[in-house]
Every structure is written in C-alpha cells, then in structure tokens.
C-alpha cells in the first residue's frame, strides 16, 4: 500500500480511536483551559504551586504509560487497558465541579493524569497493531489531528459555558461530564483489536509471539540502537516544552478577561489540528528530519513572541506557533516509535519513551513555575527558547537526513 493513499485507507479502528480522543479532548481541553485560571484567581495558589501541580500531573501521565505499556505487551491485550484508562478519565471528571479545596482539584488532576497515561501507550500500541507500515505516519497524524480538534472544542466550550453560567467554575466544569462518557461508549463499542482469524498481519504477529515467551525484562535489550535516538531527540524537546498552562497564564498576564485567556488554547490547538495529518503524512514521504528541525524553529519563534508580548494578539501569535511546533512533531514522534521497536515491544516502547518524556516534563514545567515566580513570564520564556536552541543545535549535529528519522 502506499504512503499517499489518502485517508481512505486508514483503518476504521484508527478513525474510531480518534474519535474517541476527539470526545476526551473536548472534556479535558475545556478543564485544562480554566484550571489554571481557577486556581490563581479562584483559590489563590502560586505560579510556582500550579506549574508544580500541572509538571506532576502530566509527569504521571506519561510514566504511568510505562506499566501499561508493558502489561499490553505482557498480556498481549490492548483494548481492557485502554478502556480502564479512559474510564478513570471519565469518572474524574465528576470531582472537579464538587471539589471544595485545591487539595481535591489536585486529586482529580492526578487521577485524570493516572487515566491518561493508562490508556497511552496501549492506544498506540493498538493503532500501530491496526495500521500497515506504509501509512503509519498519516494514521498517527489523523489520530493526533482527530485529538487537537478536541483541543479546540474543549477551551470553545470552556468560553462558552462561562459566558452562559455567568463566569462559574463548577457549572462549566460540569459541561466535560457528557463527552467524557461519551468518548469511553463509542471506546467499547467502536474499537476492536485486529482478530488473527480475519486479519493476516495479525495471524503473522500472534504466530510469531506463541514462539517466543512473554515478555521479561531482559527484552529491554532488544530495543533498537534507532530507538533509543528518538527517546533522546524527544526528551530534550519535551525539556524546552513546558505545560501549556502557561500560555492561559500569559494571555491573563498581558491583561486578557478570565472569560477570555482559554482563545490562546483555541488558536494553539486549531494550528494543532490543521497541521497534524500533513505533517504525518510528510513524515511517510521521508520529510522526518525537516518537520523536526522546523518543529524546533516553530517553538523558538512561539517562546520569543509570548515573551515579548504586550497584548493578547501577540499572545495569540505565540500559541498559534506552539501549536505548529506540536504538529510538526508530535505525531512523526509517535510514528518513529512505532516503527523503530519490535512489534511485541510496540507498548512497552511507547512506556518508556512517555516515561522519559514525562520526567522532562516535570522538571520543565517546575522550572517555568519557580522563574515566572522568580523573575516574571518574560524570562520565563526567553528561557524556553534558550533550550529549545540547544536541542535544535544537538538535532541538526546528528544529522539532517538521518534514516533513524523516518517512521516507516
């Protein structure tokens, strides 16, 4: 099959997964864009607490990933963790109106995080398990497309719901219920991992795991010298990226309403979503080291803006080029992944980079808290484009037409 055969020839699995992180993206985009802003303003906590708050968060997120990764592969089942995770989502949801302290807020946080990264690297284990090589950067990209567009619903309705409920937190929080359980029906009754009875490239695989025993540590080593690199190039990425909670922060910062700050989500994520697919489908054609150079420039050119910004419209400029950085990179990662690790090693692999990643996170996202705190929102970013720079130094030293680059 080739590369360019279109959207048509992504699998309906791949199409109902991303739906499914369309639906969970509107509910946690729509929190995601207030609780910053709620935490600040409606509970008094520091940059510092919620840059802590917001780097444990996604942190757990992406090194619980490494356990379900691994228990997917162990197992040789995919879709029962997915579903616990987004269930665990899904249920979360339902704390964050009732919470009465930052103490719940923050429970909540983490036990929706939990489900994230539960759910993580089985769902892409799975879409690589569904997706012939030749297009597996588009279906990552569609998947990612599918997911940002959520992104871009979930802060329209955190705007919407607080112009409807008169600027109340808890009434809009309620609004991410309903596509929350949403997205874990169409989950259960939309997605089913690819049967070796109907499925060559899935009889081909089971055949070939009942040769060998299930996973053990020891498989650790049978991670490519290729995979390794992409962890590498991913970690030092994610280090200059800290969360995105930063950018509601500044749009609130240069003096934007509370009603307001969530459009800098809507812009970043819509630049998310047009950018995704293409990207992907890019990466299939061998255009992997260029998106991740341009990737890198993208994000040195968003840190400069917002740091330098006076208005909300250069604000707006700055998350509409975060949100190319995400685009150009975030799906070919993915897809680099999926095809660098040995196929029952698929979960496991996208575990440990998310764990590798999730690490990075955490440090950035505290470190952004502690100079927003320390020195103010400007240096903040000035200090995000400073790292950024070095990672892409380091990216183009390794090679810019380098075959560890291309995801299939």
Same mark, same amino acid.
């Given at each position: 099959?080739?590369?360019?055969?279109?959207?048509?020839?992504?699998?309906?699995?791949?199409?109902?997964?991303?739906?499914?992180?369309?639906?969970?993206?509107?509910?946690?985009?729509?929190?995601?864009?207030?609780?910053?802003?709620?935490?600040?303003?409606?509970?008094?906590?520091?940059?510092?607490?919620?840059?802590?708050?917001?780097?444990?968060?996604?942190?757990?997120?992406?090194?619980?990933?490494?356990?379900?990764?691994?228990?997917?592969?162990?197992?040789?089942?995919?879709?029962?963790?997915?579903?616990?995770?987004?269930?665990?989502?899904?249920?979360?949801?339902?704390?964050?109106?009732?919470?009465?302290?930052?103490?719940?807020?923050?429970?909540?946080?983490?036990?929706?995080?939990?489900?994230?990264?539960?759910?993580?690297?089985?769902?892409?284990?799975?879409?690589?398990?569904?997706?012939?090589?030749?297009?597996?950067?588009?279906?990552?990209?569609?998947?990612?497309?599918?997911?940002?567009?959520? #992104?871009? !619903?979930?802060? &329209? @309705?955190?705007? $919407?719901?607080? %112009?409807?409920? *008169?600027?109340?937190?808890?009434? +809009?929080?309620?609004?991410?219920?309903?596509?929350?359980?949403?997205?874990?029906?169409?989950?259960?009754?939309?997605?089913?991992?690819?049967?070796?009875?109907?499925?060559?490239?899935?009889?081909?695989?089971?055949?070939?795991?009942?040769?060998?025993?299930?996973?053990?540590?020891?498989?650790?080593?049978?991670?490519?010298?290729?995979?390794?690199?992409?962890?590498?190039?991913?970690?030092?990425?994610?280090?200059?990226?800290?969360?995105?909670?930063?950018?509601?922060?500044?749009?609130?910062?240069?003096?934007?309403?509370?009603?307001?700050?969530?459009?800098?989500?809507?812009?970043?994520?819509?630049?998310?979503?047009?950018?995704?697919?293409?990207?992907?489908?890019?990466?299939?054609? #061998?255009? !992997?080291?260029? &998106? @991740?150079?341009? $990737?890198?420039? %993208?994000?040195? *050119?968003?840190?400069?803006?917002? +740091?330098?910004?006076?208005?909300?419209?250069?604000?707006?400029?700055?998350?509409?080029?975060?949100?190319?950085?995400?685009?150009?990179?975030?799906?070919?990662?993915?897809?680099?992944?999926?095809?660098?690790?040995?196929?029952?090693?698929?979960?496991?692999?996208?575990?440990?980079?998310?764990?590798?990643?999730?690490?990075?996170?955490?440090?950035?996202?505290?470190?952004?808290?502690?100079?927003?705190?320390?020195?103010?929102?400007?240096?903040?970013?000035?200090?995000?484009?400073?790292?950024?720079?070095?990672?892409?130094?380091?990216?183009?030293?390794?090679?810019?037409?380098?075959?560890?680059?291309?995801?299939?």
């Amino acid at each position: 099959m080739k590369a360019n055969s279109g959207l048509a020839a992504i699998p309906r699995g791949v199409w109902a997964l991303g739906l499914v992180s369309l639906c969970m993206d509107l509910s946690s985009e729509l929190i995601h864009a207030l609780l910053p802003l709620y935490m600040a303003v409606g509970l008094g906590a520091s940059t510092l607490t919620i840059g802590i708050i917001e780097g444990i968060a996604e942190a757990t997120a992406m090194m619980v990933k490494v356990f379900s990764g691994v228990l997917s592969d162990f197992f040789r089942r995919r879709k029962p963790l997915v579903v616990l995770g987004y269930g665990l989502a899904a249920i979360s949801k339902l704390v964050f109106p009732l919470a009465p302290t930052l103490g719940w807020i923050v429970t909540a946080r983490f036990a929706d995080r939990v489900g994230k990264g539960i759910r993580g690297a089985p769902r892409d284990a799975l879409i690589a398990d569904l997706t012939p090589p030749a297009i597996r950067g588009a279906s990552f990209g569609l998947r990612q497309a599918l997911d940002t567009v959520g #992104g871009v !619903g979930g802060p &329209l @309705l955190a705007i $919407g719901a607080m %112009a409807w409920f *008169a600027g109340s937190f808890q009434a +809009a929080f309620w609004v991410a219920v309903i596509p929350a359980f949403l997205a874990v029906a169409l989950l259960i009754f939309g997605v089913e991992e690819p049967d070796p009875k109907t499925d060559p490239r899935a009889a081909h695989a089971a055949a070939a795991r009942e040769k060998k025993p299930r996973l053990q540590w020891s498989d650790a080593k049978r991670l490519p010298r290729n995979y390794w690199i992409v962890v590498a190039i991913a970690a030092v990425l994610t280090l200059a990226r800290f969360s995105e909670a930063f950018l509601v922060l500044r749009a609130q910062n240069v003096g934007l309403a509370i009603g307001e700050a969530p459009w800098v989500m809507v812009v970043m994520s819509l630049v998310y979503a047009a950018t995704s697919y293409p990207a992907g489908s890019a990466a299939d054609r #061998g255009y !992997g080291p260029k &998106l @991740l150079s341009a $990737g890198l420039v %993208a994000l040195i *050119a968003s840190d400069l803006v917002l +740091a330098s910004a006076g208005s909300g419209t250069t604000v707006f400029v700055g998350g509409a080029l975060w949100g190319l950085h995400m685009g150009l990179t975030q799906g070919l990662l993915a897809a680099l992944v999926a095809a660098s690790a040995p196929a029952d090693m698929r979960g496991s692999a996208f575990g440990v980079f998310n764990l590798v990643c999730g690490v990075a996170l955490l440090m950035a996202s505290v470190l952004a808290g502690e100079l927003w705190d320390a020195f103010g929102p400007a240096f903040t970013f000035y200090a995000g484009a400073g790292i950024t720079a070095i990672a892409w130094a380091a990216l183009l030293r390794h090679g810019g037409n380098a075959a560890e680059l291309r995801p299939t």
